[in-house]
């Protein structure tokens, strides 16, 4: 404010450091929530390692399928402004008040008039090692990232460019400026969140492994772009050194991971799922049989469903897994081939592959120092930014919040989860200012067409030469304006640029155009774009078509171009034919209760509620117990030793209970929810047994999870074997006291009944292993396990338990522990791989490491909910990639122990998340839906319950009326897909902007000869 | 015309926004070249291709249709359309046949977005099959009739 200068004014925007997907969703639920955000990346264009992956674990999924969806939203998000080739050079002020400066490198190209057509790239003569493929294939000196970068602005990277002009020469939108200098900038926001992500392992740095020397030795990320069907090789598996096809593939793990000597001592927590993928896309990938060997330590398979991805790896893909650290790699220089060097049963072996896959791990980002200093936050001793296990999303730095791997390495999901964790934590400390900086839109009342004869205008595009080069574009023109209910036609030189806009507003006035199409490239980037411009000249959005004739016409046939014409021409015939049968849909507007419904009152029910709260909502928070708390109660003290859980757990609970916003229901339970997304009602029996009735907006399910009551090794028969939360508690009374002890891993997890890790019983072991060894030294402890899964930096309390004694010991599946009770006296006898011989000790005490299993209350609130179950038990998110928190029903989200076991930070994390996707509909007065939604006609509706049936978001109900049972769509909770509609057996379910008619009418104008 | 030795299939590619609308988006980002045969028909999800679609687009006279969605089993947009979409065309290629229409005229592909390159393959590849099938029986019966 001018008048006076207040350090107390807050500011509701928000400066989001790196744009991967951490970054991304950091922004969008910012945005989404009432907040200007600033997103600055170093690189020309956002989307960071995400975007050069192939698939992603455990599902398979393509990455740019799914991220390139956020980078759209991102990139046309009215609320975020995208700051590329821009670093920190300076932060003042303090939370909530931040003024941070930026030095942005140029790009040499004036943005607002690059329209990204690509035709300077094309014939740009310089070619260029392209990073994006990893140094693997090669671009242009004028160039994008990839293909689907966003912004979609063409750089020059004047290292290479000679400057001969022809760029300049042949950009008609005249927005090459190759003077451009850079620019400073200065931002007000009132928090800082850095997902500045982290650098891959420099493999040279490994030289026995022979990365840099020997070509066909690649690293996990140049293979990410060798498996990729936009790669340098198309998707094929090719080697470097001479484009054969490889037979035998050996994947080597911990490359910079988990070793002392580089100094790396943490483990990069996602390689060895990343290496699994690998293996088996390679597999898929490759015509003929591709042996695919995996050389680790420890196979870290601890996430969601993952443990059964490594079964299915080793089943079904038949990928080979043998645990050895490879020792080195050395090459036959003339055949190319790689010889690994690895020692297998105490012998070294020497085997012959085709290639050599090194998976690197994650380093903090480059120049990260020079951040933390001018940022003003303390590094972790591996300068991954230092967090606490309470406040995992918070620098040193007061207002300054972290997410994805800078806060420690880690996988996509947890990166999601947590970015947006540090939304809310953001958000949090400038709650009042929500919706300060924002701008809406506002467009002129829309225009009744209804009764008007369809009147369309057609707008063709030239797109530069991209479309004009090859399609004969006026004869397109001509030919649209012979086309029924056509009456006007036009080319322009690009249609998506600013100036168009305004005469595609003046042509719609002037020709009293209802229906508009516009013929140039996909809808998928640019429909929004147009749909905004016939709005803003009074047309429903729903009145606008799009046919492209770009990327799907003049680039796929650019040396034919009579017949690219006439293709040209069948499209647009095709879709005016639709575009006459287009209706105007109405986007529903449906009101939003800024209440919200917590089931769960444990760390991520709690964490929860006091987020919500501190964005200003009312919260009821529902615990079946008689006291808040769940499964942090039975915390005794952490692995990393700094925080008390037991203080935190009764500070937490104080803040809650003192919190007028939230009003806590112990004893309780959620008997009934009815509704949708801002309009919930639900019932909770309190424990007078009295049943109160709430209306909410969103619900957040947080039951938790529960310890496993092993039926294994004489559990429960003899209580010198207990369960490691009962060893907590002993140790914490003082009252343990043992010579010897033995600890046996993976009590009921990663068997038949429940295939999937439990992962935090190995952090568990180490940190109880500590505490005894730190009692009393001299006590032996054995912990029997099949992998040890400490992964990220818990690594390094794995490397302190067995410095200072504890005794880790591998089994196998086949070679079970035995506990046994032979006279009175304990007996275990296992298998030493080592030595090769069975092992008896007799321990004073069996610790069994006890899976944490699903509540059993997971199925009741499953069904009330009408959300998913995994085939365990746990909850089934929408995407286990990128909404780990949210079901598909919108409205409804869910954190902690309910998704999957997890250690404390990781809930919190997923917690504060919950809230941040919440606070995306609490923070709206009325919620706009999308206008593509299905109808039910109920003259024809027979009853019959298919859509009911078949729809995956629950948003068709069968309601009675006049004796009739009928189909009725919550408009709120569809999505459009149209699965309904072509299974209803009486035609009874329209789908707006995809009608059976505008479908048909499609189908048969396209099958008409093309006449002009 | 002299249609015998020119004969070019005309073919209907009913497309999903999110995965195969993306696929043939990337094939002309990466100018991968293919023969003009096909029109897209872009849909949201490929559980909207009602059987009928199909129909109506052979009866009018279409030589050859391909349905493309995102891939199995868990790549669909909307949870699990590809599915609705896979046991509706493999129905419906099963009675294809008794309409008089070789069942190797529809296909059904999964295709991703980041496989511009298999879109283009999977085109060229059903024009060279449709080309050695001929025009679409139905459309020489209308011409006999």
Not at chain 2, 55 to 69: H, P, R, S, Y
């Amino acid at each position: 404010m001018p008048e006076e200068k207040t350090d107390r004014k807050k500011i509701g925007a928000v400066l989001v450091v790196g744009g991967g997907v951490a970054g991304i969703q950091a922004s969008l639920d910012l945005a989404d929530s009432g907040f200007k955000v600033y997103l600055i990346d170093q690189g020309p264009s956002i989307g960071g390692v995400m975007a050069q992956l192939d698939k992603t674990f455990p599902t398979n999924d393509c990455s740019m399928c799914i991220l390139s969806p956020k980078l759209v939203a991102t990139g046309r998000h009215p609320n975020v402004t995208i700051l590329t080739n821009a670093e920190i050079t300076g932060l003042n002020g303090k939370a909530g008040n931040f003024e941070v400066k930026l030095r942005r490198k140029s790009r040499y190209i004036i943005e607002d008039k690059c329209n990204g057509c690509g035709i300077c790239a094309q014939k740009c003569p310089i070619e260029v090692v392209d990073m994006y493929n990893e140094g693997l294939g090669k671009r242009s000196a004028i160039y994008v990232e990839y293909p689907q970068a966003v912004p979609l602005k063409y750089m020059i990277d004047r290292e290479k460019c000679i400057g001969c002009g022809t760029c300049q020469e042949i950009c008609k939108a005249n927005a090459i400026q190759y003077d451009q200098e850079g620019s400073e900038a200065t931002l007000e926001v009132g928090s800082i969140i850095l997902a500045p992500g982290f650098e891959p392992f420099d493999a040279t740095l490994k030289s026995e492994y022979g990365y840099g020397r020997f070509p066909n030795v690649v690293t996990s990320i140049e293979f990410e772009r060798i498996l990729s069907a936009s790669g340098p090789y198309g998707g094929l598996v090719l080697r470097p050194s001479d484009g054969e096809i490889p037979k035998k593939i050996a994947f080597v793990q911990c490359v910079g991971s988990r070793d002392f000597q580089i100094g790396n001592n943490y483990c990069s927590a996602a390689c060895c799922m990343y290496g699994m993928k690998e293996a088996v896309i390679a597999k898929e990938h490759t015509p003929s049989k591709l042996d695919a060997t995996i050389f680790y330590m420890d196979m870290r398979a601890y996430g969601k469903e993952f443990d059964a991805y490594y079964e299915r790896a080793q089943g079904e893909w038949g990928v080979r897994f043998v645990r050895s650290r490879v020792a080195g790699v050395t090459e036959d220089p003339k055949t190319g081939n790689l010889f690994v060097h690895y020692v297998e049963d105490e012998t070294p072996r020497t085997e012959e592959f085709d290639m050599v896959v090194l998976s690197i791990g994650m380093q903090p980002p480059k120049n990260v120092e020079k951040l933390a200093e001018r940022l003003g936050i303390r590094l972790n001793k591996y300068k991954f930014c230092e967090t606490e296990t309470f406040s995992p999303m918070e620098t040193s730095k007061p207002g300054v919040f972290v997410c994805g791997a800078f806060a420690a390495p880690k996988d996509i999901p947890e990166s999601v989860a947590q970015a947006s964790g540090a939304a809310a934590k953001a958000m949090g400390i400038i709650a009042s200012e929500r919706g300060t900086q924002v701008t809406s839109k506002e467009y002129p009342p829309e225009k009744d067409v209804s009764k008007e004869e369809p009147r369309i205008g057609v707008f063709v595009c030239h797109c530069g030469i991209n479309i004009g080069g090859v399609v004969n574009v006026p004869e397109v023109v001509k030919y649209a304006k012979t086309l029924p209910n056509v009456v006007y036609a036009e080319a322009n030189l690009y249609t998506c640029s600013q100036d168009t806009q305004k005469l595609i507003r003046e042509k719609i006035i002037d020709n009293k155009l209802n229906r508009v199409i516009v013929a140039s490239c996909t809808p998928r980037t640019h429909e929004p774009l147009f749909k905004e411009t016939v709005q803003e000249a009074g047309l429903n959005p729903y009145l606008f078509e799009m046919t492209n004739i770009r990327d799907q016409c003049s680039w796929v046939h650019m040396h034919e171009h009579e017949k690219a014409t006439e293709k040209a021409k069948d499209l647009v015939r095709s879709i005016a034919a639709k575009a006459k049968l287009l209706k105007p849909l109405e986007k529903p507007i449906i009101n939003v209760t800024p209440v919200g419904l917590i089931i769960g009152g444990g760390v991520s029910g709690m964490t929860a509620a006091l987020e919500l709260a501190g964005q200003g909502f009312e919260v009821h928070l529902v615990e079946r117990e008689e006291e808040l708390g769940g499964h942090l109660r039975k915390i005794q003290y952490l692995l990393e030793k700094k925080d008390d859980p037991k203080k935190k757990l009764d500070s937490l609970v104080k803040s809650v209970m003192e919190n007028d916003r939230i009003h806590v229901y112990t004893g309780a339970e959620v008997v009934d929810v009815y509704g949708f997304v801002g309009n919930f009602k639900s019932k909770i029996r309190q424990q007078n047994g009295k049943e109160k009735e709430i209306e909410h907006g969103i619900v957040i399910v947080a039951t938790g999870a529960v310890e496993y009551k092993p039926t294994e090794y004489l559990y429960g028969k003899d209580t010198r074997i207990i369960t490691q939360h009962e060893l907590e508690e002993k140790i914490a009374k003082g009252t343990f006291k043992a010579k010897n002890v033995v600890m046996i891993q993976c009590v009921g997890a990663r068997n038949e009944e429940r295939p999937n890790c439990a992962r935090i019983c190995c952090g568990q072991a180490i940190k109880n292993a500590l505490k005894i060894k730190e009692a009393s030294p001299e006590t032996e402890v054995y912990i029997l396990y099949k992998d040890m899964r400490a992964y990220g930096f818990k690594e390094d309390y794995y490397r302190e338990a067995a410095m200072k004694g504890v005794i880790f010991i591998n089994y196998e599946d086949e070679r079970k522990p035995q506990v046994a009770d032979e006279n009175g006296k304990l007996k275990v006898t296992f298998w030493e791989p080592v030595i090769k011989e069975e092992v008896e000790v007799e321990p004073d005490v069996v610790v069994l490491s006890a899976a944490t299993v699903p509540n059993p209350d997971n199925k009741h609130v499953a069904e009330m909910l009408k959300v998913p179950l995994t085939k365990d038990g746990f909850f089934l998110e929408a995407h286990m990639k990128l909404r780990p928190v949210d079901f598909a029903t919108d409205g409804i989200f869910l954190c902690g122990m309910a998704h999957s076991p997890k250690y404390i930070e990781e809930s919190i994390a997923q917690a504060c998340a919950a809230a941040a996707r919440a606070t995306t509909i609490l923070s709206k007065k009325s919620l706009e839906m999308e206008g593509i939604v299905a109808n039910v006609s109920e003259d024809l509706c027979s009853g019959c319950r298919i859509c009911e049936y078949l729809c995956p978001y629950g948003a068709v109900e069968m309601k009675d009326k006049d004796g009739k049972t009928l189909a009725h769509v919550i408009e709120a909770l569809c999505k459009g897909c149209g699965a309904c509609g072509t299974a209803c057996p009486t035609k009874a379910i329209t789908m707006g902007h995809f009608t059976t008619e505008e479908i048909l009418a499609q189908v048969k104008a396209t099958l008409l000869e093309a006449k002009a | 015309m002299s249609d015998e030795k020119k004969f070019e299939p005309k073919i209907i590619g009913f497309l999903c926004n999110w995965c195969s609308y993306a696929a043939a988006d990337l094939a002309g980002v990466s100018r991968i070249q293919y023969p003009p045969n096909i029109i897209i028909i872009r849909v949201m999800c490929s559980g909207r291709i009602d059987p009928s679609f199909i129909l109506e687009a052979f009866k009018d006279g279409a030589d050859g249709v391909l349905v493309a969605g995102c891939h199995l089993p868990s790549d669909c947009h909307y949870i699990s359309g590809n599915f609705k979409a896979l046991r509706r065309v493999t129905l419906l290629k099963k009675v294809l046949r008794d309409f008089g229409i070789e069942p190797e005229r529809l296909r059904l592909e999964w295709l991703s977005a980041s496989e511009g390159d298999r879109f283009a393959a999977i085109v060229r590849d059903m024009v060279e099959e449709i080309k050695k099938l001929g025009p679409n029986p139905l459309k020489a019966k209308e011409v006999e009739a």
